[in-house]
């Protein structure tokens, strides 16, 4: 019985796993002094319930379960706390560890030998349980909508029916008149109805009743294999073919919500694999499990634990001992109260899980099969694929308020299963890989496992951050699970996030654009929290083949994930993880720099920012004046020079603030202008004073210049320079002086803003155009990118407070963003990010249809301008082929890699165009049609099509 290989939870957590957060102090014989002697037995049995199965040992592990028993029937029916207790915590486990129920179902067994009324109990308190559950179908929206926020976060109704019904499943035996599998059908034929009732169009609450009927059928076989179990199950699965599954068309594809894209035809035949609906799998995967008799042999002990040798002897002397009865006692499961056909197709679901089956059809991310010509983790075809899949994602949903424990129990999940199911804990893939050699020759008589419980865990927590249109969760609690995993079994675990990172890099090219990021920020987190190492190595080839692309996915993703792991610590630490272990001409190993990354440790938001500040100013002062260019060149290269032997800069030391240079004309403005404004207070009057003695010190000390546009960058540049210290001091004297930014923007200062400023002086209309209005918002956003070139993250932040304070409309943001000469959307990530959130932001308010509007319009002027920047022979219906094979040769020839750059360019903004078009809704927007006839614009028709058909997607 007993495994070598498997750990229990304490031999997991380890030595030091009793310390620190979320440890009970139950636990800890110092703090049990003064508890009430109920008290006490109440907490070590609810204790002993969360932590059931946890042992590898299944001999203990029974003896475990029995003994949990005694107190449980000795007192449930006397003390009410801890029959209440105990009823709670049975079904948090339940609901929350799932995994758990096979272990549960024998505790309530073994409890009904010794005391029926304990299972009696039970089974009526889990019969409550899911009728409140189906209740709540009854409520009306409004009910819905005001739901607290702890119910919204959790997996929904229908999901958590399922994890009930899986429970009463496994107690068949000791239910009557094969109430649990008279449910299911009952459940099975409300599916049937729904989808028949919804015609050709699919039905995702139908599709999830089905799904979770069919998942939980067999749970019957978990303590009980008779007769009437398997003609039970067969007559489940024959109702079940009659479900009508609706495809969208006959490619049966949703590509809206794929998480790889052929990119038209060029990856057509690279694609890793072809993602399956979940809904299409779960059918078949039980009739696999029928075999050819339809008797379901071998299939007990296969999955689910074996515990009859052990709970037998035991439930038989329990019921010799037994007063009142010597047979085995079954109890009736209460009829259901099962919502009309009407009732539940007019309830929206709010819970996560449900949600996700509700707004589109679920597709199944893979990871490991994929690479290997031998399974480490059972396929999505299988039953126990989804059955491992379906409680990680139980897990994870429904303990997102214990990453912690979330972890652990994903690391365990072999703990409740078969025990030779899965191959040893930390087993390595060259490993594996001698498994299947001497399976597939015959020498291994019967198979040995070679799935990876590792694989398992990581796989699911991947499958929720990639998840599309949106993770369940926000993704930095997928990413602490996933730390935690590697954490709590660095050596099994890291090696597996390896091949994950290394699957995600190879297809770059083909993942999705929004995953792209995901993964970035993933990677970001992960290698951030282990010392900044990676394998950089395995990249230089890339990035020496990719130099002269901007655009190419992989280049982009090393330049942008060094730029974000320098945000999180400093360019000295990041330019230490650089190395790697080489042989030198001795023959021994050492440690080399990997200096091809060190040109990405300039994360200026151009490619040659000093080139860029030094044109940007001297078009400032006119650009006619050849002495003042000398002025402007010598002072930037200076402070070059000064700077160029320095990693750890500070932000004041990396600004390029030239107007206070007494070289140059505005030099004494500046300096009072600066002054003015790190005072603590100015009224709004003595600002407007400020303000024309500036523009007539600039028309008296540069001519033939826009003053105007002088004015705006003095001024936004100055704010910038005084709050560099931290985003927190800009934020703040943007913030005291909302009513003068908002005056010298072109902005209608309020009445609020004017209580706000604290003097009574009003600003006198400029009396703008629409033109000069446009013109000085975008002097703006242009401002405070010059001054922060060299840090982009902070540059953008600067510009959403601007957005957020009213200074700032947020077209103009999107607008630079888009601007095709430079593309920074695309090319920086911290651009994208910045875009995301003022979208994200602006979806709440009333802007919000003219800030998309704007992008799209933007992404599809981008796009015409691609294709006819790539001359292609006929733009209209030529699908652009991507140029994929580069020479060492041809690396060098800069109008190929132009032409290259061009290609990858337009797919990047058809990614982004789809990600757009799934994270807002706007298939439901009420600017729907507006923003078709912007895709009407869209000169590619293959690309145009594409789009429609998104949107089609989106709605069905």
Not at 344 to 373: C, M
Not at 449 to 467: N, Y
Request: charged share 25%.
């Amino acid at each position: 019985m007993d495994n070598p290989n498997k750990r229990t939870r304490d031999e997991f957590e380890g030595p030091d796993a009793h310390v620190g957060p979320g440890y009970d102090d139950y636990d800890d014989p110092t703090k049990r002094q003064h508890i009430d002697p109920t008290a006490e037995l109440i907490t070590n049995i609810c204790k002993d319930i969360r932590r059931i199965g946890e042992n590898s040992n299944l001999a203990n592990q029974v003896d475990d379960i029995s003994y949990i028993s005694n107190p449980i029937v000795a007192e449930f029916e006397k003390i009410d706390k801890l029959r209440d207790a105990v009823l709670s915590t049975l079904y948090a486990v339940v609901i929350e560890q799932p995994q758990k129920i096979s272990a549960l179902s024998v505790l309530i067994i073994i409890c009904n030998a010794k005391n029926f009324l304990v299972a009696k109990y039970v089974i009526e308190f889990f019969h409550a349980k899911a009728q409140a559950l189906l209740d709540k179908l009854r409520e009306s929206s409004m009910e819905v909508e005001v739901k607290s926020e702890k119910q919204a976060e959790d997996a929904g109704v229908f999901n958590d029916l399922k994890s009930v019904f899986k429970f009463l499943g496994a107690l068949s035996p000791i239910v009557t008149d094969n109430a649990v599998s008279g449910i299911l059908k009952q459940l099975l034929n409300t599916a049937i109805e729904l989808q028949n009732a919804s015609g050709d169009k699919r039905n995702g609450i139908a599709e999830e009743i089905f799904y979770n009927v069919l998942i939980a059928t067999p749970y019957l076989f978990a303590n009980s294999f008779s007769d009437a179990t398997v003609q039970e199950a067969n007559e489940i699965l024959d109702l079940a073919s009659t479900f009508k599954i609706v495809e969208q068309d006959e490619a049966k594809t949703v590509s809206v919500l794929e998480p790889f894209d052929a990119k038209h035809k060029n990856f057509a035949d690279e694609l890793p694999y072809k993602p399956r609906k979940l809904i299409t799998l779960v059918l078949p995967a039980l009739v696999a499990l029928q075999k050819p008799g339809k008797d379901w042999e071998g299939f007990r002990g296969a999955l689910f634990l074996d515990y009859s040798d052990l709970v037998d002897p035991i439930v038989k002397e329990a019921l010799e001992s037994n007063e009142i009865s010597h047979e085995l006692v079954k109890h009736a499961l209460p009829q259901f109260s099962i919502p009309s056909i009407e009732e539940i197709a007019n309830y929206k679901p709010d819970g996560l899980i449900d949600n996700l089956w509700f707004e589109h059809p679920r597709l199944l991310f893979q990871v490991y099969n994929t690479s290997t010509d031998f399974e480490t983790v059972p396929s999505i075809e299988s039953y126990y694929g989804l059955f491992f899949k379906d409680i990680a994602f139980d897990i994870l949903t429904n303990m997102s308020f214990n990453q912690k424990e979330a972890s652990i129990q994903l690391s365990i999940l072999d703990l409740f299963c078969s025990r030779d199911l899965f191959s040893p804990p930390g087993s390595s893939v060259d490993q594996l890989s001698m498994i299947a050699k001497d399976n597939e020759s015959g020498e291994n008589n019967p198979p040995l496992s070679t799935w990876k419980i590792e694989d398992v865990a990581v796989e699911s927590i991947l499958t929720m951050i990639f998840q599309l249109p949106n993770p369940l969760h926000y993704e930095i609690y997928y990413y602490t699970v996933l730390i935690s995993c590697c954490q709590e079994s660095p050596e099994s675990i890291a090696p597996v996030f390896g091949r994950a990172i290394r699957f995600f890099y190879k297809n770059l090219e083909t993942l999705d654009y929004e995953l792209k990021i995901r993964y970035m920020d993933w990677m970001t987190t992960q290698i951030s929290n282990f010392d900044f190492s990676w394998k950089w190595d395995e990249w230089v080839a890339d990035s020496q083949l990719y130099a002269n692309l901007n655009y190419h996915p992989k280049k982009n993703f090393i330049k942008n994930l060094i730029a974000k792991e320098i945000r999180l610590s400093n360019k000295a630490r990041i330019k230490d993880s650089f190395v790697t272990m080489q042989q030198d001409e001795n023959g021994e190993n050492k440690l080399m720099a990997l200096d091809e990354f060190y040109k990405y440790l300039d994360i200026s938001l151009y490619p040659n920012a000093l080139d860029f500040a030094i044109n940007y100013d001297y078009e400032l002062y006119g650009g006619n004046n050849e002495e003042l260019k000398k002025v402007i060149i010598d002072a930037i290269n200076h402070r070059k020079e000064s700077m160029a032997d320095k990693l750890l800069l500070s932000p004041q030391e990396e600004l390029i603030y030239e107007f206070s240079n007494p070289q140059l004309p505005l030099h004494e403005i500046a300096n009072k202008l600066y002054d003015f404004i790190i005072a603590n207070w100015r009224s709004n009057e003595q600002f407007y004073d400020m303000i024309k003695e500036t523009i007539e010190a600039i028309k008296s000390s540069v001519v033939h210049v826009d003053a105007d546009r002088i004015l705006i960058n003095l001024l936004f540049q100055t704010y910038a320079y005084i709050g560099s210290r931290s985003i927190y001091s800009v934020v703040s004297i943007l913030n005291r002086d909302i009513a003068k930014l908002k005056f010298i923007s072109g902005q209608t200062v309020t009445e609020e803003d004017y209580k706000a400023s604290g003097t009574d002086f009003s600003f006198p209309d400029m009396e703008l155009n629409d033109e000069q209005f446009q013109e000085r918002q975008k002097w703006i956003v242009d401002s405070i990118l010059r001054i922060w070139v060299h840090q982009p993250q902070v540059a953008f932040l600067i510009l959403e407070y601007l957005i957020e304070f009213g200074i700032l409309n947020a077209n103009f943001l999107i607008k630079k963003a888009l601007d095709f000469d430079h593309n920074l959307i695309i090319s920086n990530v911290s651009c994208m990010e910045s875009i995301n959130r003022v979208l994200s932001n602006s979806s709440q308010g009333d802007q919000f249809k003219e800030v998309i509007l704007t992008l799209f319009g933007r992404i599809v002027e981008n796009l015409n301008l691609t294709v006819m920047k790539l001359e292609v022979t006929d733009p209209a219906n030529d699908e652009i082929e991507i140029i994929k094979q580069i020479s060492e040769d041809q690396k060098s020839d800069e109008q190929l890699m132009a032409k290259i750059d061009l290609q990858w360019l337009f797919y990047e903004y058809r990614g982004l165009l789809k990600t757009y078009l799934r994270k807002f809704n706007v298939e439901h927007a009420e600017f729907l049609d507006d923003a078709k006839n912007l895709f009407s614009g869209i000169q590619n028709e293959p690309t145009k099509n594409d789009v429609f058909r998104w949107l089609e997607e989106l709605q069905y």
